[in-house]
C-alpha cells in the first residue's frame, strides 16, 4: 500500500494568474472553485496574519472537491515568538477559530519559524508538547518549518519524531533543506519556480520531483536530498505526501503543480 500524493499551490487569489491560470473574465468569486478542480491541495496562507470566523471555514469547505485538502499556516502570533514554548494560548486561540468546519478536508498545520530562530531543544521540545492531537474531536497533523540552518541538527529531528511531527521539506535557496522522515506524511515546499519555464521547473525535475513523491507515499526515504540525522526510522509502510509549489516565480505555480499532478 501507498499513501496519498497531493500537489497544490499557495491560495488561489493572486491577480497574474488572471492571466495565466483563470479563463479570460472568470469571477473571482468563483477563482476557488476553479482552483481546486486544478490541484489537490491549497496552502492558505492568509491564515499566518488573520484569523477566520467560522463560516468562512464552512463556506471553503463547501466549494471544494470532497476530496479536497486545505493545509492551514499557523498565526504569526505563535511561530514569531523568541520562545515558542510559551505559546500555550496562542496555540488555542489559533486552533479555535473554527478549522473544524472543514472537517476531513483539514490536512496539515504549517508552523513557519522566524528565519532567526535558532535550534534550542528544550525550547522545541516544549513547543511539540503544546501541539494537540486533536481539535474539536478532528484528528491534527503538524508540519515544522525551520529555516536557521541550526535546525541541521539530528536532535531536531530525534524530536520531531518522538512526537510524530513532520519536518517540512524545501526546495529553496535560502533555507536548510532537512529531508528526514519523522511523521506519517511529508511535507515539501518546492519554491525553485522559474518564470521562463512553463511550467516552472523544467520537465526532467518535474519528473525528479514525482519520482520522490512516489517514494514518500511509499514510506522511503529517496536519494538526491539533504538529510540531518536518519532519514527514515523504517516503521512507517507508507505516507501521505503533501508538495506544494510555492514562491519562486509564483506566476508558474499553478502549471508547476498541474504538470507534477500529471506525473504521479
Given at each position: ?168 521539506i524545501a526546495d529553496d535557496e535560502k533555507h536548510p533543506q532537512i529531508a528526514d522522515l519523522t511523521a506519517d506524511f511529508v511535507y515539501a515546499r518546492l519554491q525553485r ?72
Open positions: 500500500m501507498t499513501g496519498q500524493i497531493r500537489v497544490g499551490i499557495g491560495g488561489w487569489t493572486y491577480e497574474p494568474w488572471r492571466e495565466s491560470f483563470y479563463p479570460p473574465k472568470h469571477p473571482k468569486a468563483k477563482e476557488l472553485e476553479y482552483a481546486s478542480a486544478h490541484v489537490t491541495a491549497i496552502e492558505i496562507n492568509g491564515t499566518f496574519y488573520s484569523r477566520q470566523k467560522p463560516a468562512t471555514w464552512a463556506d471553503w469547505a463547501r466549494r471544494v472537491p470532497d476530496d479536497f485538502v486545505f493545509a492551514i499556516k499557523a498565526s504569526r502570533f505563535v511561530v514569531m515568538r523568541r520562545k515558542l514554548g510559551e505559546g500555550a494560548e496562542g496555540i488555542a486561540n489559533f486552533l479555535d477559530q473554527g478549522l473544524v468546519e472543514l472537517g476531513p478536508k483539514l490536512g496539515p498545520i504549517l508552523w513557519q519559524f522566524a528565519a532567526t530562530k535558532q535550534f534550542d531543544a528544550e525550547d522545541i521540545a516544549a513547543f511539540l508538547d503544546l501541539l494537540p492531537d486533536a481539535v474539536g474531536g478532528l484528528p491534527l497533523r503538524h508540519a515544522l518549518e525551520p529555516r536557521h540552518e541550526s535546525f541541521r541538527d539530528p536532535r531536531f529531528v530525534d524530536l520531531c519524531r518522538q512526537r510524530g511531527a513532520a519536518i517540512v519556480q522559474r518564470e521562463e519555464e512553463p511550467t516552472g521547473y523544467s520537465a526532467p525535475e518535474i519528473e525528479g520531483w514525482a519520482e520522490k513523491a512516489k517514494a514518500w507515499a511509499a514510506g522511503d526515504a529517496p536519494a538526491g536530498l539533504e538529510y540531518a540525522g536518519a532519514p527514515a526510522d523504517g516503521k512507517t509502510a507508507s505516507r501521505d505526501a503533501f508538495l506544494f509549489m510555492i514562491n519562486g516565480a509564483k506566476v508558474r505555480a499553478p502549471q508547476a503543480a498541474m504538470a507534477l499532478i500529471d506525473r504521479v
